[in-house]
């Protein structure tokens, strides 16, 4: 490249050493400059706009066959269009397939910048959550897709998981909306049909519930004849082992089956829990005297009533919730133990805590402890008569009074299980109450 400027250099001094020497031979040196120096100008001149004659045309034109720093110049600008057209041709093919992606996906696809106003959707996203195309670009996504669900949900910024709806479009498709944070509050919105999984799950409950149902009669009239025959003195005696096994396991049986219907129940219901007024101390204090009666138990089974505050929610879940947090820390733990349970409430709302110094809890199984069926120790729970339900309805119950199950454990040393309740759910004021 700089050997082309150096001959054109060298190129421009010799013709003013030819108009010099021509000048001193003939005469009339500046004629001889100011025509030679005219006649370079000339020549640059037309290069100069044949250049732009064909940066004009360069689509339709070849660049022109130019040697010296002329065809550098055209070797440059040839290779800086060429890089220009090609990542031009690279984005564009880019564009296309991101928008035939789109299209192809199952999912409806809605951008949003931070102030939830829409950007673009998919072709999926106009079916599945009705918008419409040029009309709802820059609306904001709850004043086309209205549910308070979904203002909740876009308003918590937990997207951790998908939102279930029912479409605003038809009553009969459900769609799980899920929002993905990204850049600088933006967000994107995925929308997908489960109309089929609702149903299949909506199958699965049906099933268990009727199951159960059906169940609970058999089991009844079986437990009735060995709670008979158990009792009978007639019976032989070498049947006695036999027979006390088979009415625990049909104890057992009946344990699970009751508790499957329950959480049927609680899942039927959805939503939020009811509002009745409920004595939460009262039923505490009642809970403790039936805990007491029982043959083998902890030693020691201490109430403590630190408010008076009565619960908005369902008499019956609560019921359930803190009898299985209450029987379980009685399970869980020998009779040279102790169980606490306190009522108490703060400026966060209302507490209900059950401390034990039984088994505890690894803290490799917490995470899962409230699945369904989740055992620590199959065998003991088993033995316990446990249905491995218990928690599974505590957490579910829970949910439905807005409240929050808080779980400590340490192996060998005992469990701590809390429910935090929200003041909306707490009827009175606290005040000081003596256990
Ligand atoms: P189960 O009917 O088997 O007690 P739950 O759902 O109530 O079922 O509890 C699940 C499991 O959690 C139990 O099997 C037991 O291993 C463990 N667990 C629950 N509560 C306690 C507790 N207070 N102490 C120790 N382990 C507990």
Known sequence: MYAAWSFALVRFLGAVAVAVAGGLVFGHVELWLLGVLGAYLVFHLSRLFRLWRWLRRRRTEDPPDFGGVWGDVVALVTRIYRRKQFHKRRIVQLFREFRRLTTAMPDGVVVMNAEREIL??????????GLRRKVDFGQRIENLVRHPDFTKYLNGNDYALPLVLRSPVATDVFLSLHV??????QRLLLARDVSRQMRIEAMRKDFVANASHELRSPLTVISGYLDTMVDDPTVDPAWRGPLEEMRRQAERMRAVVNDLLELSKLEAAGGEAGEDLVDVGGMLALMRKEVLTLDQRPKEIVLRLDSDAKLLGSEAELHSVFANLIGNAVKYTPASGRVDIRWWTDTQGAHFAVRDTGVGIPAAHLPR?????YR?????????GGSGLGL?????????????????SEEGKGSLFTCHFPLRRVAARATAVSA
Do not use: C
């Open 120 to 129: 673009w959707f998919n072709r999926n996203a106009m079916t599945l959550l």
């Open 180 to 185: 993905v944070a990204y850049g600088a509050g």
């Open 369 to 373: 402890i409230t699945e369904r069926f």
């Open 376 to 384: 620590v120790d199959p065998g003991r729970a088993r033995a316990t």
């Open 392 to 408: 599974a309805i505590v957490k579910h119950a829970l949910q439905r009074h807005g409240a929050a199950l808080e779980i400590e």
